[in-house]
Structures are given as structure tokens and as C-alpha cells.
């Protein structure tokens, strides 16, 4: 069993860029895809990144998606920042005979 | 436009049954893997459990196996998901969730439904 681990919070002001990680506690990041998900306040989730960094469509190329062996963890990036990217941010992998989410980062841009 | 409606929460008591269900559109429902993720009120994503395309393959997270089952019938492009012996920590939205590939375990998951909320209280 392994566990993805987000920071909890981040913040940034608006035309900036954020990173948001996603750390992969065993196993090879690179071992199972990871895809990331947006949930506006309210609001159902959305996929915003398939398979490590394949935007879904009509997703902004502002948002992109990475992984790094050396680091085995997983990012987010945000560029151009915008107020109505204030967001929570899940990343999700898979494990043997489970789906695996991180806990969530709450985006504030201010 | 591809779209998913869930329907059948509600307010149950514990040790009860629901049957939830979720209506798919606009795509070819057989064709994909279908998951249903749930949300604990301001807590995060938990994913329950999923069903390949053609009901080969089935998971549950270790907190229901042996209560909920998941099932679809894709003649009715449909999904359901049994919920039996509810307990208080059940009480969540529960979302309808179209995987990207046919198996339960590899592409992610691409569309959401708006969820369906399931309270369990005395």
C-alpha cells in the first residue's frame, strides 16, 4: 500500500505560478499513471490531467502535469494564475486493486 | 454531451440499505470502466469502488467490502451501487464517475456526475 501525500494549503497572487506535489510514499511514481482533479467550491469535481500530463480538452494549457523519478512524486503546475482557479486540487494513482487519492490542496490566489 | 445522473441517496438509518443509481449519456457506456467516489462532509475524495467495462473486474475500498456492491447494466447504460449495513461514517456525496479506459485501474477518470448525497443518522 502506498499513500500520496499534498500540501495542505498553498497560496499565490493572480499571473503567478504555482506547483502543487504530490508525493508517492512507496513504489515508483512512475509505475501507474497519475491524473489530477479540480473541485471548485460547491461544486462537483472535474479532471483537469490524465495519465501524468495529458490535459483533458477544453482544459487551459495554463494547467499542466509532471512526473519526477527522482523526487517519485507528481505535480501540478498553474500558470497565469486567475481568481477563479481558487480551488481544491486531488492528485489520484492506482495501487493494486484500489484507486488512491492525496488528500488535497487547497489553491487560495489573493 | 456526455453526462452522468445519480439518484437514490437520501436520509437512512444505520444498518439499512440504499441502492444508489447513476444514468449515463453520450457516450458508449460499454465501453469504459465506471467508479463511484465519495466525499465526507469537508473531507476529501475516497473512491468506493469500480467495474469494468464488462463487470470482470470489481473493486471496493477495504471500508465496504463485504456491505456495498457495485454492478451496471449496459443495456440500460446504467450504474448502481448496493449500500448495505450503512454507518454514520458512510454519510457522504456520492459521485458516478466514468473511468478513462475500459479497466478499472489505469486511465484515471474523465467525467463526473453532480453526485447524489447519502446521510445515515438515527
Known amino acids: 500500500n502506498f499513500m500520496l501525500t499534498q500540501p495542505h494549503s498553498v497560496s499565490e497572487s493572480p499571473g503567478k505560478t504555482v506547483t502543487i506535489s504530490c508525493s508517492r510514499s512507496s513504489g515508483s511514481v512512475a509505475s501507474t499513471y497519475v491524473q489530477w482533479y479540480q473541485q471548485r467550491p460547491g461544486s462537483s469535481p472535474t479532471t483537469l490531467i490524465l495519465a501524468d500530463n495529458e490535459r483533458l480538452s477544453g482544459v487551459p494549457d495554463r494547467f499542466s502535469g509532471s512526473i519526477d523519478r527522482s523526487s517519485n512524486s507528481a505535480s501540478l503546475t498553474i500558470s497565469g494564475l486567475k481568481t477563479e482557479d481558487e480551488a481544491d486540487y486531488y492528485c489520484?494513482?492506482?495501487?493494486?486493486?484500489?484507486?488512491?487519492f492525496g488528500g488535497g490542496t487547497k489553491l487560495t490566489v489573493l | 454531451e456526455v453526462q452522468l445522473v445519480e439518484s437514490g441517496g437520501g436520509l437512512v438509518q444505520p444498518g439499512r440499505s440504499l441502492r444508489l443509481s447513476c444514468a449515463a449519456s453520450?457516450?458508449?457506456?460499454?465501453?469504459?470502466?465506471m467508479h463511484w467516489v465519495r466525499q465526507a462532509p469537508g473531507k476529501g475524495l475516497e473512491w468506493v469502488s469500480g467495474i469494468s467495462w464488462n463487470s470482470g473486474d470489481i473493486g471496493y475500498v477495504d471500508s465496504v467490502k463485504g456491505r456495498f456492491t457495485i454492478s451496471r447494466d449496459n443495456a440500460k447504460k446504467s450504474l448502481y451501487l448496493l449500500m448495505n449495513s450503512l454507518r454514520a461514517d458512510d454519510t457522504a456525496d456520492y459521485y458516478c464517475v466514468k473511468g478513462g479506459s475500459p479497466a478499472v485501474y489505469y486511465y484515471g477518470m474523465d467525467v463526473w456526475g453532480q453526485g447524489t448525497t447519502v446521510t445515515v443518522s438515527s
Open positions: 489520484q494513482s492506482y495501487d493494486t486493486g484500489k484507486v488512491v
Open positions: 453520450g457516450f458508449s457506456f460499454d465501453g469504459y470502466a
